[in-house]
């Protein structure tokens, strides 16, 4: 498991390029036949990534989490950006197709993953939060999550937002978490930004061409930062930070949440005039 520390914003300023991505991206999550794992002290949020081939893969339980199995005081949310996969929890099969999420909470003590067809793995992305009470693993595909049309042609970010794990949708602990898609021509994620300093958040982005990247800003509003993205990888973003970016092409990207509260529109605008 890779484990990252939490930056202060006063920290931040100090980072160069190379530093920026050591802290913050996360460029290896899909990798056939492996579990990865990044553990985030930042509301101590695990992101991971499982690419099942051959074999089943289980979720194993680590050092840093102190406890005997992984989910004994933990919530989960997984989202298969791949082919479809099961997912089996203490047994019981459930199966994934693209861009359908399952959720589970507290208390199950085995998580294993596998792939329809090995020649044609899924990648199941999943986010994971310290939990305190447990609720029912509800399944669901996009026609079950909670939809919100947002942006403009002209603005250049006509999205939806599917929210899967959401108080409207079902009970989680702290998890929040869905998707959104840009329609082509539609390039920023959001602007004017925001932040929302009761609340983390990871970002993957995925269905992004070979030849296409995110430019993902963070940083504080008057003090403003970049990371260069690619296809199917992750930032965590502080809550300190603006949530923001910009592609060279349209794309998909899968928004996890955790912090102080699950309200979704608990956010603190910038105007564009305090950017810099």
Not at 21 to 28: G, V, Y
Not at 233 to 244: C, L, N
Request: aromatic content about 8%.
């Amino acid at each position: 498991m890779d484990i990252r520390y939490a930056i202060h914003p006063d920290h931040m300023k100090a980072l160069d390029s190379q530093e920026m991505r050591k802290h913050f991206l996360i460029d290896r999550l899909f990798e056939k036949a492996k579990v990865n794992l990044v553990y985030s002290h930042i509301d101590r949020i695990i992101t991971g990534g499982v690419c099942p081939a051959d074999t089943e893969l289980k979720l194993a339980v680590t050092k840093e989490l102190g406890v005997d199995t992984f989910l004994q005081r933990r919530e989960m949310g997984i989202i298969n950006i791949g082919p479809a996969g099961t997912v089996l929890v203490d047994g019981k099969e459930y199966l994934l197709e693209e861009k359908e999420c399952l959720y589970v909470g507290m208390g199950p003590k085995e998580v294993a993953f596998r792939s329809t067809d090995r020649d044609h793995p899924a990648k199941f992305y999943f986010n994971s939060t310290p939990a305190h009470v447990a609720y029912p693993i509800v399944k669901l595909s996009m026609k079950d999550a909670q939809r919100v049309n947002l942006g403009s042609r002209d603005k250049a970010n006509v999205r939806t937002i599917y929210q899967f794990i959401h108080p409207d949708v079902l009970k989680s602990c702290q998890l929040v978490m869905g998707m959104t898609l840009l329609e082509p021509g539609s390039i920023w994620n959001t602007m004017p930004c925001h932040t929302h300093d009761r609340r983390m958040e990871v970002y993957l982005y995925f269905d992004l061409p070979d030849d296409s990247l995110v430019f993902h800003l963070m940083g504080e509003p008057k003090e403003t930062r970049h990371i260069v993205v690619r296809n199917e990888q992750a930032v965590i973003s502080p809550s300190w930070s603006i949530h923001s970016g910009v592609g060279t092409s349209n794309y998909t990207f899968i928004w996890g949440m955790a912090g102080e509260n699950q309200t979704f529109t608990d956010m603190d605008q910038i105007p564009m005039s305090e950017l810099k």
